[in-house]
């Protein structure tokens, strides 16, 4: 089967699942849909983008914070949002410098997402609480994995 992309650019010649992959690829949900005629297939799509999340949890004294993060945001990432996370900033500044890169990091995203144990962190709860200011969406790891999303 080939298809004709109307709203695309030229993409004769791919396949229906081609067509698919890339659009998959692009991080976001999306609406097709399909009109059969002659020999070829005629999509029409719209796209909406998922909420970008900020990632909150304990940073100092968790040995493996890292891989935490790593695990949430690649699982976000595979749910097609875009992720903010701050584990990846360099070790050694004073608390105080990140917060202000933080807060800048959740101004850019539409929702926090806290991992669990984001209690016992001063800087998650100054975290979620500037988000809530802000009027962000507040997911908690807790509820994906009661869902066994996580």
Known sequence: MRVKCVDAGDCNGLTVGAVYDVIRSLCMTYV????YG???????YHFIQLPTIYIAG?????FD???????VNDF???????CMDP???????PYESYMPICFAMIDACDAIYLLDGWESSMGACKELEYA?????TVFYEKLDKKEGKL
């Open 132 to 136: 809530q200011s802000k009027n962000k």
């Open 76 to 82: 976000l990432t595979k749910e097609g949002h875009l």
């Open 38 to 44: 002659d020999e070829s297939v005629y999509f029409s």
């Open 32 to 35: 097709v849909e399909n009109d």
């Open 58 to 62: 304990s940073i100092t004294g968790v």
């Open 87 to 93: 584990s990846i900033l360099t070790e050694g500044f």
């Open 65 to 71: 914070y890292r891989k935490r993060f790593k695990k």
